[in-house]
């Protein structure tokens, strides 16, 4: 059973975590008018992944998934996963203990991606896998570093969409993997 307060306890370390980072993402999302987003004294990707995180958590549109509920779904507990939505978005692996962005990601299927590729040991084509980074001490270090995810569900987008957020996502979070 996951504990609520521990779970609101997490999810306010994950948003601490990407202020301290990013202060820009501190405030409340403010509406950018065209001139101001297209401004050249800053890159495109980075307004853009500023406007779509702060938009996101202001109305909510977001879900936490909880380092117990990760550590559940690495240790292949039956139906830990169901919780995670199987449509496309970014998501973000947020370590709380060190105060770092774990991996920023995007893909057209979060429960394929974050449950079976990502914490489950299988056939992924890729090495950029948080099992992968994490190998030496798994599924542990899910606990030891507190690790939690956030999911930003963007229905109806295209990969191109979903890649232009997380480049800009990258240049302003500088996460550990690739």
Not at 7 to 24: G, L, R
Not at 75 to 90: F, T
Not at 92 to 104: D, G, H, Q
Not at 130 to 150: F, G, H, R, T
Request: glycine share 2%.
């Amino acid at each position: 059973m996951i504990d609520m307060d521990a779970e609101k306890e997490q999810e306010n370390e994950a948003w601490k975590v990407i202020e301290t980072i990013c202060p820009e993402l501190a405030g409340p999302f403010e509406e950018t008018t065209l001139r101001q987003f297209f401004d050249t004294s800053s890159r495109m990707c980075e307004r853009l992944a500023v406007a779509f995180i702060s938009s996101k958590r202001e109305k909510r549109q977001y879900v936490m998934v909880c380092t117990d509920q990760l550590f559940a779904i690495a240790n292949h507990v039956s139906m830990a996963e169901l919780d995670i939505d199987e449509c496309p978005g970014m998501y973000l692996f947020v370590r709380i203990n060190t105060e770092k962005i774990l991996k920023i990601g995007q893909t057209n299927n979060f429960r394929r991606r974050i449950a079976e590729e990502h914490l489950i040991p299988g056939d992924c084509r890729t090495l950029s896998t948080v099992i992968m980074y994490c190998q030496n001490s798994w599924p542990v270090c899910l606990s030891e570093d507190k690790i939690v995810a956030l999911l930003f569900p963007m229905y109806q987008s295209s990969k191109e969409e979903r890649c232009f957020i997380e480049l800009g996502l990258h240049q302003l979070l500088f996460p550990e993997m690739p």
